[in-house]
């Protein structure tokens, strides 16, 4: 895409009425127009034999499938069952046609010995002995729910030697002896501060319960303009606590059933997060439990001795800025009660194994790379099977691969080798894996290993794209370009419309979400972005992932520390100009953002903090105030006590300052962001005498508006971008001819979020 030679000196023409038409009916056509193109994209594994075989369907041509059977130690792959036959078994039984390399059958489960099937096909259920060929009608399997908890939420508890029954009864705890009376054990319950979730140390002694007071609790409205029942508008009330509220604390007691005396223990008012699981020793004398502080600045696991009712801290993890919660990883062996856990303190995310016996942590892992999440613990080999990312430094830092390492922190071993980002499916005895790894670039690749040394087995199916490609397809492309500090690589993708001319100028428009609570450029393979229908339209469609998002070093996910208003836009603002001094077809006369939720946030910013960059936006239930949002999300990010810096960094505040064309939806039940956060941006720039454009949509929830929000976000931006005219659409016809084209249906959706 590059091209020698002096940048335009500005925009292109408009487009025609008829271009802009063809360009609607070519973007609203990209996801049919690839989709089941490519073959092989996925495998899923089914694993038989005690673990030695497996078996998946394969695309064979569009349309056309097989099933495969493997074994694992020599890697031979044949037919699972002979499909001529199959078929032929088939039709007989339901009467109707059936082909042998398009067998209509779904819910497919081979037995353990892998000499019956069991499928549905038009509706019925049958079996298949692969012996005979004998088709019969079975039975619907049964679907698997879990049971339901007759208890009420952890109401009740019996103890382990079945003598004593501990229940919650009109917010008090009583106790009752097998085939004795009810003793109460506490007697000042009520509606605000009550008991709950007794718990038994695992030789029956001791009984662990809280005393829960309740915090503010205050409500949120929503008002349901166009309920389906007709009549009244309907509101809904719901708790929904904000920063700054008094939420709901937890106290810790614990009871001796032989004297039904309850004595407080020395653990610390749990004044946040969630109301604590017990986790009990070996021994069965003491119970660990876990504690994030209000301001995410401390993490502890701390263990209490019931007896006594002594408190001691075994884990503590205390970042200058905030703990994470949303990566909190902790396990606890049940062989020897150590415990493994992530932390963040060097500086990157690493496992660390604590002995509580004599409170030694060691690290398990380390390095300027991040262990993103842990597979499985094995408790007999001592061994751990983690996700980790930045291990590579030549590849992309994001890509993920997996390890196996010991609990002192020997024997790493990468299990998955290849270029790529990796997704794992390993066997039930965990001694073969298929590694399927693609980039977005390139094509996903399956492969079986296995697990003892990370030895390739066999290369299973190669994606085919084939047909996709005879489509026009592109993937997109990968740019890197460095942050705000001059070093730091910043990742990220570019979209380009099919009928791209490296002649023409083009806007550009970045589909924004700068949540901290992960990365969000796609880094796997794809035969569709929506990304791509909005390019298709004219545009050039970028997406990255600035500082202050998450899976790089803590410094990068720092700068997001009550900073949210940040955005990571001195980053992306120079990787858009690094791709546009590249590629001079992209105008930065013409910049466009758009995003939803955090990214609605984000978009709207743009046009507040950087209007001499970002001319255009399209924001969609945005938390423009994050005091009015969420406790835990914001307060993890912003911090508390909720200071001066919430307001300083409110869209609402900053209402005044909007220059450009902006566009904000919201949908009117959004139980996620509360309406009333874009509302009251609404209601700040009317006072500042601003004009922009609002779509409030009746019945939807946490959405970006569906199709119909679709079809708008397209319009917008091809009228304040492109300076061009969009269909008729109150004319009946869609931009293909069809009445409204696809964006129709959208009309009756509705999006509950």
């Known amino acids: 895409w590059a091209r020698d030679g002096p940048r335009r000196s500005g925009p292109s023409l408009p487009a025609s009425p008829t271009e802009v038409r063809e360009n609607y009916r070519k973007a609203q056509s990209l996801r049919s127009l690839y989709s089941n193109k490519a073959l092989n994209l996925n495998l899923q594994a089914n694993w038989y034999d005690s673990g030695k075989r497996l078996w998946y369907r394969r695309d064979t041509a569009p349309e056309r499938t097989e099933f495969v059977s493997v074994n694992c130690d020599s890697g031979e792959r044949k037919p699972l069952f002979d499909h001529k036959r199959f078929a032929e078994a088939l039709a007989k039984v339901t009467g109707r046609p059936a082909e042998a390399n398009q067998l209509p059958i779904t819910g497919v489960r081979l037995a353990e010995t892998g000499k019956s099937l069991n499928f549905s096909s038009s509706g019925r259920s049958y079996s298949c002995n692969l012996d005979t060929y004998e088709i019969a009608a079975t039975e619907a399997p049964p679907i698997n729910r879990p049971p339901a908890n007759r208890g009420g939420s952890g109401d009740s508890a019996r103890s382990p030697d079945r003598k004593w029954t501990a229940r919650i009864v009109d917010r008090n705890l009583v106790l009752q002896a097998e085939g004795g009376e009810p003793v109460p054990l506490t007697k000042d319950g009520y509606e605000r501060a009550y008991y709950a979730r007794p718990a038994w140390s695992p030789d029956s002694r001791f009984l662990v319960f809280l005393k829960l007071t309740a915090g503010d609790r205050l409500p949120v409205y929503l008002v349901e303009s166009s309920p389906s029942s007709g009549g009244r508008a309907k509101l809904i009330t719901r708790s929904y606590d904000l920063p700054g509220d008094k939420v709901?604390?937890?106290?810790?007691?614990?009871?001796?059933?032989?004297?039904?005396?309850?004595?407080?223990?020395?653990?610390?008012?749990?004044?946040?997060?969630?109301?604590?699981s017990f986790r009990w020793n070996?021994?069965?004398?003491?119970?660990?439990?876990?504690?994030?502080?209000?301001?995410?600045?401390?993490?502890?696991?701390?263990?209490?001795?019931?007896?006594?009712?002594?408190?001691?801290?075994?884990?503590?993890?205390?970042?200058?800025?905030?703990?994470?919660?949303t990566s909190k990883y902790s396990y606890y062996s049940s062989r020897t009660d150590e415990i493994i856990w992530r932390s963040e303190k060097t500086g990157w995310a690493h496992l660390y194994l604590t002995d509580p016996a004599t409170l030694k942590t060691q690290a398990i892992t380390s390095g300027k790379w991040v262990v993103r999440s842990?597979?499985?613990?094995?408790?007999?080999?001592?061994?751990?099977?983690?996700?980790?990312?930045?291990?590579?430094?030549?590849?992309d830092p994001y890509f993920l691969h997996y390890f196996e390492v010991g609990w002192d922190g020997k024997g790493l071993r990468e299990l998955t080798p290849s270029r790529g980002n990796h997704q794992t499916q390993f066997s039930p005895t965990r001694e073969y894996f298929v590694d399927s790894h693609s980039a977005v670039d390139s094509a996903p690749v399956h492969e079986l290993r296995r697990t003892a040394d990370g030895s390739l087995v066999a290369v299973l199916e190669r994606a085919d794209l084939t047909a996709l490609e005879a489509t026009g397809w592109r993937p997109p492309e990968v740019f890197v370009a460095k942050g705000r500090d001059g070093e730091t690589d910043i990742w990220g993708l570019i979209f380009r419309p099919s009928h791209f001319d490296p002649e023409k100028s083009y806007p550009i428009i970045e589909d924004i979400y700068a949540g901290p609570q992960d990365s969000f450029v796609p880094k796997?393979?794809?035969?569709?972005?929506?990304?791509?229908?909005?390019?298709?339209?004219?545009?050039?469609?970028?997406?990255?992932?600035?500082m202050g998002?998450?899976?790089?070093?803590?410094?990068?996910?720092?700068?997001?520390?009550?900073?949210?208003?940040?955005?990571g836009f001195p980053d992306r603002i120079l990787w858009i100009r690094a791709m546009a001094e590249k590629y001079p077809s992209a105008d930065l006369s013409r910049i466009g953002v758009f995003g939803t939720s955090a990214g609605g946030q984000s978009s709207t910013a743009a046009l507040l903090f950087h209007p001499d960059f970002y001319r255009v936006a399209v924001s969609a239930c945005g938390c423009h105030d994050n005091r009015m949002d969420k406790v835990w999300w914001n307060e993890q990010w912003m911090g508390y006590p909720v200071g001066p810096h919430y307001e300083a960094q409110s869209n609402i505040t900053h209402a005044g300052k909007l220059k450009g064309k902006l566009l904000l939806i919201v949908g009117e039940l959004d139980q996620n962001v509360p309406p009333e956060s874009t509302y009251r941006l609404v209601d700040a720039l009317i006072k500042a005498g601003k004009d922009f454009d609002f779509l409030m949509i009746p019945g939807a929830g946490h959405t970006s508006g569906g199709s119909y929000g679709d079809r708008r976000r397209w319009d917008y931006f091809v009228r304040h971008l492109l300076n061009a005219e969009t269909p008729d659409w109150n004319s009946g016809e869609g931009a293909g001819g069809d009445r409204a084209g696809p964006f129709a249906p959208s009309l009756k959706r509705r999006c509950l979020g």
């Open 248 to 276: 709901d604390t937890y106290e810790m007691l614990v009871c001796d059933p032989a004297t039904a005396e309850v004595r407080a223990t020395q653990a610390e008012v749990i004044d946040y997060w969630q109301m604590p």
């Open 282 to 325: 070996r021994a069965g004398d003491r119970f660990t439990y876990e504690k994030l502080d209000r301001g995410y600045g401390r993490w502890r696991i701390l263990e209490i001795d019931p007896s006594t009712g002594d408190a001691r801290t075994l884990v503590d993890d205390r970042p200058t800025t905030f703990f994470d919660i």
């Open 374 to 395: 842990v597979l499985h613990v094995d408790e007999e080999r001592r061994k751990i099977v983690f996700a980790a990312s930045g291990v590579h430094p030549e590849e």
């Open 524 to 546: 796997s393979f794809a035969p569709y972005f929506s990304m791509q229908s909005l390019a298709e339209l004219g545009f050039i469609v970028v997406k990255m992932d600035g």
């Open 549 to 567: 998002t998450r899976n790089r070093s803590k410094a990068f996910h720092d700068v997001c520390w009550k900073n949210l208003g940040d955005h």
